[in-house]
């Protein structure tokens, strides 16, 4: 069941959002947009509203601006992103559905910072992606992110501004003694 409420933006209610803000600035907070969908068949008389999640919005507190976030291979089923600071880490799910991407984007640029296949061994053909990757972790200093693909072995990736690095297991090992 899906916790619904609305964004109001100068007294005005704009859009339906589910989920916990994240702030970026003082200024820029990113949420989750809802939306209601159709659900009724055609030959259905009456209309069958439900709910269902959407894409990430950025809110410009200031000037009240709302504006969609496009996030590459994002699906709004399977998805699920993290965020720290500017950035946003989540898998990737094909239009196929067969190949899950570990992609990480920085708001304000155009092309992801990261964009990585990932095994899906684990994941049997024709099933549902949901299950193969988790919400990636975020790691303060250095700053690291880590994908677990089911199936899969952890990968980890540091970022350096618009740079981003696979972290060796011996890096890995130093940075957490």
């Not at 600071?85 to 992801?112: E, F, H, M, T």
């Amino acid at each position: 069941m899906l916790k619904i409420r609305p964004l109001i933006v100068d007294g005005r209610m704009r859009e339906y959002v589910v989920g916990s803000p994240h702030d970026v600035t003082d200024d820029l907070f990113v949420v989750r947009r809802a939306m209601r969908v159709n659900d009724s068949l055609p030959d259905e008389a009456s209309p069958h509203w439900l709910w269902q999640r959407g894409g990430w919005l950025v809110v410009n507190r200031t000037s009240g601006r709302i504006s969609p976030i496009n996030l590459p291979e994002f699906d709004a089923l399977y998805s699920v992103a993290s965020w720290y600071r500017d950035y946003v880490a989540y898998c990737g799910v094909s239009d196929d559905g067969n190949k899950i991407s570990a992609i990480v984007i920085q708001l304000g640029r155009r092309k992801p910072v990261l964009s990585k296949l990932l095994p899906n061994d684990g994941v049997p053909e024709g099933a549902a992606p949901d299950s193969a990757c988790p919400a990636p972790e975020w790691q303060r200093n250095p700053v690291r992110l880590s994908f677990l693909p089911a199936g899969g072995t952890k990968q980890t990736f540091s970022v350096r501004g618009h740079v981003v690095d696979a972290v060796s297991d011996e890096e890995e090992e130093d940075a957490s003694k």
